[in-house]
């Protein structure tokens, strides 16, 4: 009767109970003392002694009124309190049941919802950490593709200036070697002619040759080769000079295409993995904006859960002391088991 389904109802159909003033209870007392029925004195005599001991303020409150009203009133009164309390009974049934489904539904909610703002608040960790990761490797590999090109431009730079420097090395080379063998015939033919004419000279003025044409001439040749020999040393040397940087350049070139089709997939390796970390990175972002509105919306919706739970409990759950369901119902049951025999009593059936 205390509880807040029912709380109230013996107030509203029995306000007269609480209501009678002093004065007239007891001129009705005494008005009504001698019409009293035996039963009727009987009856109000066990409903307070049930009111006394289930704590019942229902029955106790009934007991004095059946006390001072009519012997036909008091049988409708109690008639009457029997279907409120088990409409009541009903009531307080029919609040129990759809408390226990909302609680239960309620609870599932909140359960649900705050498994699921668990994960996702994880997955959120999980993805900034994975973006966080994902532009330090894109950092990176952009860093690298840069110092990459650098190196490849500045390579080029000195391939270019050391293959024109070899080229004209290689031509100068050529050149001294055309000139220096055309001297070298030069003077071979000016030697072979300036021989023919001594021999030529001593044959027929012998008589007069002189000391220094004692043999035909052959020009400044001397032990180790003379001009010639100096010039031919010469020739040699523009020969290896040539061969020597024609090697050079084919060797610096051959590495120079080595280190550019390496570079060249090392860079396309890097342009691959920049642009799949990028998308990676892009896939990502876009997960943790979704998944950080999913958060919020989850979030949103256990807190209108919780809310509604703050809203039942006041409803549905007892407060600590306070009687329970249970114990409500087993006092009401026993109440209108109370008013049944008291009615029985009433209609002169014997009290069991």
């Known amino acids: 009767m205390s509880s807040n389904a029912v709380k109230g109802h013996s ?15 007891v001129a009705l007392v005494q008005l009504s003392a001698q019409s009293q029925s035996p039963s009727q004195q009987q009856v109000a005599s066990y409903l307070k002694s049930q009111g006394k001991k289930l704590h019942s303020r229902v029955l106790s409150a009934l007991a004095e009124r059946i006390v001072v009203d009519p012997f036909k009133k008091v049988k409708k009164m109690v008639k009457d309190l029997i279907v409120k309390l088990m409409e009541e009974a009903q009531a307080e049934t029919e609040h129990k049941g759809w408390c226990d489904m909302e609680l239960a539904t309620n609870e599932k909610t909140r359960t649900k919802k705050t498994a699921d703002v668990e994960h996702l608040t994880a997955q959120i960790d999980e993805l900034e950490a994975s973006v966080a990761s994902l532009s330090e490797d894109v950092d990176s590999v952009s860093k690298a593709i840069a110092e990459l090109d650098a190196a490849m431009a500045k390579a080029i730079a000195i391939r270019s200036e050391e293959k024109a420097k070899n080229t004209q090395t290689i031509a100068d080379a050529q050149e001294g070697q055309a000139a220096v063998s055309e001297a070298i015939g030069v003077l071979q033919d000016f030697y072979a002619s300036a021989s023919e004419a001594t021999a030529f000279t001593q044959n027929k003025v012998v008589a007069k040759q002189p000391e220094i044409f004692d043999e035909p001439y052959k020009g400044m040749g001397g ?13 040699a040397d523009f020969t290896r000079l ?25 860079k396309a390796q890097k342009e691959k993995d920049h642009e799949h970390w990028s998308a990676s990175k892009q896939n990502q972002a876009q997960a943790l904006v979704e998944t950080k509105s999913d958060l919020a919306g989850t979030q949103k919706e256990l807190d209108a859960a919780e809310a509604y739970y703050n809203k039942l409990k006041p409803q549905c759950i007892a407060e600590e002391g306070a009687e329970s369901y249970e114990e409500r119902v087993a006092r ?21």
């Open 332 to 352: 009401r049951k026993e109440e209108v088991e109370s008013l049944q025999e008291a009615l029985r009593i009433l209609q002169g059936e014997e009290v069991i």
């Open 242 to 266: 040539e061969s020597e940087t024609k090697s050079s350049e084919s060797q610096a070139q051959k590495e120079f295409d080595e280190f550019m089709d390496d570079s060249n997939v090392d």
């Open 11 to 25: 107030e509203k159909h029995l306000p007269q109970l609480l209501q009678i003033q002093a004065k007239h209870a």
């Open 223 to 235: 032990e180790n080769g003379g001009v010639i020999g100096m010039m031919e040393v010469i020739e």
